[in-house]
């Protein structure tokens, strides 16, 4: 199947500063990736869908000025944590779908980052 | 909106047979998906349906019934291996929506 790689597996900040995680599809082009967050014993939240060349589109109550999406190519999505805050310690979760319809095939997940704010 | 139910925790025997459900209220409901999660993994793929319906795959299978707005997973000759999350997931707007997921403890 098609691979998604997430980078940094896990990483530890200090409370006020920034993280950037990237995902990138390593065999196939993806026009959209979907970021996601998820807390202990919780499923996945959604945060926001990246679309490569266009603003991301965020889903209700996620910040966009703390939370940056930037979808510079069709193999890679950054997600920044700005200011980050030890209750944005999570597991993000980044996915993408490799063709323009969704409902047509499953989409790709990457290993995921754990993110620990202190 | 988008209601996704599944319940929260279930128990089963090694060898045994289980079946998770999930019930969904949705507009614009475009497929379900069912993944497995194990702890501080990202969840993977285990079935897609978007017509009515039992698809069979391996131990797996997956049923939907769409009037219903029902679906379930139905794990066979469990394993030890199985114990993890179960995520029922809908697409909606193009985007896949996942419900809070079930904890399947398998016991030897």
């Known amino acids: 199947g098609a691979v998604v790689s997430q980078h940094p597996s896990w990483v530890i900040c200090k409370s006020g500063t920034s993280v950037k995680i990237e995902c990138r599809s390593l065999d196939f082009q993806a026009t959209t990736m979907f970021w996601y967050r998820q807390f202990p014993k919780q499923s996945l939240m959604l945060m926001a869908t990246?679309?490569?060349?266009?603003?991301?589109?965020?889903e209700q109550g996620v910040e966009k000025d703390k939370f940056l999406i930037n979808h510079a190519s069709l193999t890679l999505s950054t997600l920044t944590v700005t200011s980050a805050h030890p209750e944005d310690s999570s597991f993000y979760i980044c996915?993408?779908?490799?063709?323009?319809?969704?409902?047509?095939?499953?989409?790709?997940f990457g290993q995921g980052t754990r993110l620990t704010v202190v | 909106g988008q209601n996704i139910d599944q319940p929260t925790e279930m128990t089963a025997t090694e060898g045994a047979i289980v079946q998770i459900n999930c019930t969904y209220q949705t507009s614009g409901f475009n497929g379900l998906f069912w993944y497995q999660q194990h702890a501080g993994e990202a969840p993977t793929f285990l079935s897609y349906?978007?017509?009515?319906g039992l698809e069979e795959k391996g131990r797996f299978s997956s049923f939907l019934s769409r009037s219903k707005g029902y679906s379930y997973l139905l794990l066979k000759e469990l394993q030890m291996k199985d114990s993890a999350s179960y995520l029922c997931a809908v697409i909606k707007d193009d985007k896949i929506i996942f419900g809070k997921g079930t904890r399947l403890h398998i016991l030897p």
């Open positions: 990246s679309n490569e060349g266009s603003k991301a589109t965020y």
């Open positions: 349906n978007v017509l009515d």
């Open positions: 996915s993408a779908k490799r063709t323009p319809r969704l409902s047509n095939t499953e989409a790709f």
